[in-house]
């Protein structure tokens, strides 16, 4: 397999616009930079571990819905970042939070980050606080939150984040969904709408998909009818990352997650945020791609004889998966079909063999990269001229997370090529 596919250039450019981001924005506390961007950056991690595939096929894939999580428009990662603590390190008692976490205590509407950090405290267990860092609605960043919480088992990461997304948008769905099992190992999600129209998930997962560390990360998502958008996570350690696991579990339950995440406070915090200024571009959308669940019927349409379809996902557009048992054992395939991606052509098919109709095409095969025992991918990446590109990976297990059931995915090199080069993708694309 080419050396330039065992890299994600995905994350690499994600990772560069939040560098980017980040030079532009000037902070006397570099600290509260850094902790106020983890919800919103855990959420959208979330999202491309569910809508993008592993290895070679994850190549600059769209995130779920299609959208690049780039810069411009609701995915904006400047809106992950946070600026200017409001506290200087210490240590609290959530007995001492004062009657402000009703309320804005400046009197103007406004809500300063010492508001938003002691309504956040005095909606948590007793216990002890330190690292604090917010910023409230005044500043140009969205309001946010973090602490290191204890209460007496061990200390644990807090965040909150608060922010808007359109009602009844595809942004507003997403965060919304439960991952699928398939794709992002977890332990347990619900997602439901509340009696006032609110949608909710509850997400108990892990902060590495490969679990390689046991440090859990657990996630609460609020969207209200009116965009009021509050986004709540924890950890079983300190620190999301690089952090030794403190204790069994995150602190919070899942009962009293869903009591933090719903509070009044979060839609007042919201609603006294300014309104941010309307872009005086559009950004034009990206090419409307096939519908998963044709995507998704397609493909069980061209499998070899002697597969059998066990389950199937994928998202709306563009990606859809399949786990197939020839008698061996399941194995997951799982293909991306997206129009207008011909600026690839250079990214990432140099050296690609060239068909006689200009198809570009690549091929190999390497470990699996969700930490599942002895899991290996086999994948074909196609280029067609006219920027349709059609990737499909096969595994040797019915998940990647999961141990290998079968010694080889039970498709055959050979046979992704076929499928990948299908002409019913042009058809449909």
Excluded at 245 to 254: I, N
Excluded at 285 to 296: D, F, N, S, V, Y
């Amino acid at each position: 397999m080419p050396e330039n596919m065992q890299q994600d250039p995905f994350e690499d450019r994600f990772a560069a616009a939040l560098r980017d981001t980040g030079h532009s924005i000037h902070t006397d506390d570099p600290a509260a930079l850094v902790a106020g961007g983890r919800v919103r950056g855990r959420r959208a991690q979330l999202l491309r571990r569910t809508a993008v595939l592993g290895g070679a096929a994850g190549v600059a894939l769209v995130g779920v819905g299609g959208a690049l999580l780039l810069p411009g428009g609701s995915s904006d990662p400047r809106r992950t970042s946070a600026a200017a603590s409001s506290t200087s390190p210490g240590s609290s008692s959530a007995g001492a939070s004062s009657s402000s976490s009703a309320g804005s205590a400046s009197g103007d509407g406004a809500f300063s980050g010492d508001d938003i950090l002691r309504s956040l405290k005095a909606l948590l267990p007793e216990g002890t606080f330190r690292e604090e860092a917010a910023q409230g609605t005044d500043s140009p960043m969205p309001p946010n939150a973090h602490v290191v919480f204890d209460d007496g088992e061990g200390a644990a990461a807090i965040g909150l984040s608060l922010g808007r997304v359109e009602p009844g948008s595809e942004q507003a769905r997403q965060v919304t969904t439960c991952p699928d099992r398939t794709l992002v190992d977890h332990d347990g999600c619900t997602s439901d709408r509340l009696p006032d129209g609110s949608l909710l998930m509850l997400f108990q997962g892990y902060e590495y998909p490969d679990r390689r560390v046991e440090t859990k990360w657990w996630n609460a998502e609020l969207v209200t009818p009116e965009g009021q958008h509050v986004s709540l996570s924890e950890w079983n350690a300190p620190a999301e990352k690089d952090a030794p696991v403190s204790r069994p579990k995150p602190p919070l339950s899942v009962e009293k997650l869903k009591e933090v995440v719903t509070a009044d406070v979060w839609r007042r915090v919201v609603d006294a945020m300014p309104e941010s200024p309307k872009p005086s571009v559009t950004p034009e959308a990206p090419p409307a791609g096939m519908p998963g669940k044709t995507i998704a019927d397609t493909l069980a349409g061209l499998l070899p004889e002697g597969l059998k379809v066990i389950t199937e996902g994928g998202q709306d557009s563009g990606y859809a998966y399949l786990v197939v048992d020839d008698g061996k054992g399941g194995s997951l395939v799982q293909i991306n079909v997206q129009p207008g991606m011909g600026g690839l052509a250079r990214e990432i098919f140099g050296g690609a063999e060239t068909l006689p109709n200009g198809t570009l095409i690549t091929a190999g095969e390497q470990p699996g990269e969700k930490g599942g025992e002895g899991v290996v991918m086999w994948t074909v990446d196609t280029l067609r001229p006219d920027g349709l590109r059609v990737v499909i990976s096969a595994f040797n297990a019915p998940a990647q997370h999961e141990a290998a059931t079968r010694d080889t995915p039970a498709l055959t090199l050979a046979q992704l090529r076929e499928i990948a080069l299908s002409t019913q993708w042009d058809a449909g694309a």
